[in-house]
């Protein structure tokens, strides 16, 4: 939308826009999607929705599944889910804001068939209604004994201002002027995390990292499927290792500062250094397996997908951690998190590291798919799910 007509638009009281927008998919012969409906004859029923970021939504929804004891269902809005991730129901962001008949219809579909709801990043559960308000929406479900919970996927409950303060080269600081508002950030994840106070509900988080933001609540892990990861060929045999960073976002990986260093050992020749961008997902398996060394992100002080993925992959990953997140997810998986210590400043140092020590990093490598099968094949989020919330 233009954004003077976004303007205008925004000035539409809110009933007018919903019939406004309702009567245009009517127009177009648009029909609004059936709720999701879980297999009734399963003592537990899960409806997790609707953001589904990078596919998570879909996978938590199968990894409680895997129990035998409960139905799952994901849903998303479209236009959270651009990269096509596999889920289980799929509706318009127009249809989720503003068609009265979809926004009832779930409401009763929960109230009537599901037993829990997980909800994604404070997003409504029930789209539009109530003008988007969350502490109403749960209330209404909460009404008929459905029990909810809320999880934390990143930038959502992510506060700008303590993560400035506990993470070098922290991505809200240096650069961030050109990147996102970061006062709008600010704002935004306070009043969630003022939210998820308010509705005093079991409350997860995605990755270790989160906890610094929400202390009380459970680490849930990102789910990842090992198998499509696996790779035959061992890392760091070649003369010259092949160091690959992909970076979807270059501000947050740190690419900026990563790539004079990068470059500079290749053309040092010590590695063989590729960045790739436009990479679909569904190439990547590949690529990993033709690397050595996978340079994730180096401003956020966390790990997810794309750090698990590598580790499936037998490949050494280089990303900055915090402390404590290396503490939390070894008392998890009761064994140490293979990737190596390193920041911005030791980079340089801990690649020629690994070019010298070349025995000593690949069985690091090669713990990476045992790390992954303690944590984030499905198993560990299940029992989480399971203890903390389908069964309390």
């Known amino acids: ?100 008949a979809w926004q009832n219809a779930m409401l009763a579909s929960i109230r009537e068939n599901y037993t829990h709801v997980l909800i994604e990043a404070c997003f409504p559960i029930l789209g539009g209604m109530f003008r988007g308000d969350v502490r109403r929406q749960v209330a209404l479900i909460q009404e008929a004994g459905v029990k909810v919970a809320v999880v934390g996927h990143g930038t959502d409950v992510r506060l700008p201002s303590t993560h400035l303060r506990l993470t070098a080269h922290s991505h809200f600081g240096e650069g961030a002027e050109d990147w996102a508002p970061v006062d709008m950030i600010e704002a935004t994840v306070a009043e969630n995390l003022a939210l998820i106070r308010d509705l005093d509900v079991p409350v997860f988080v995605s990755t270790a990292g989160l906890l610094a933001d929400l202390p009380g609540a459970h680490l849930l892990g990102v789910v990842i499927d090992p198998d499509v990861w696996r790779a035959s060929a061992p890392a760091l045999e070649r003369t010259r290792p092949k160091i690959v960073h992909a970076p979807t976002q270059m501000h947050v990986k740190g690419t900026y500062f990563l790539r004079p260093i990068l470059r500079r050992l290749h053309d040092e020749g010590l590695i063989e250094y590729v960045e790739l961008e436009g990479v679909q997902h569904a190439d990547m398996p ?10 994730d992100q180096f401003r956020i002080g966390d790990y997810g997908v794309g750090a698990c993925e590598a580790m499936a992959s037998s490949r050494l990953v280089l990303t900055y951690l915090h402390e404590d997140v290396r503490a939390e997810v070894e008392r998890q998986a009761g064994m140490p998190i293979p990737i190596p210590a390193v920041t911005l400043d030791t980079v340089e140092d801990v ?42």
């Open 1 to 100: 939308m233009h954004p003077l007509a976004e303007r205008a638009w925004h000035l539409v009281p809110k009933r007018l826009q919903d019939a406004i927008a309702s009567g245009v998919d009517r127009a177009k012969g648009v029909v609004p999607p059936a709720p999701p409906l879980p297999d009734m004859t399963a003592p537990i029923r899960l409806l997790i929705g609707p953001v589904n970021y990078a596919g998570q939504g879909y996978r938590w929804a199968r990894a409680a599944e895997s129990s035998g004891r409960v139905s799952a269902r994901n849903y998303v809005h479209l236009g959270n889910n651009p990269f096509g991730y596999d889920a289980d129901h799929l509706v318009t962001w127009r249809q989720s804001e503003h068609s009265r």
């Open 351 to 392: 690649l020629r590291d690994i070019v010298a020590r070349r025995e000593h990093y690949r069985a690091m490598a090669d713990q990476g798919p045992e790390f992954v099968h303690r944590l984030h094949d499905g198993r560990f989020s299940r029992d989480v799910l399971l203890r903390e919330f389908l069964e309390g």
């Open 286 to 295: 590949g690529v990993f397996a033709d690397a050595d060394v996978i340079v």
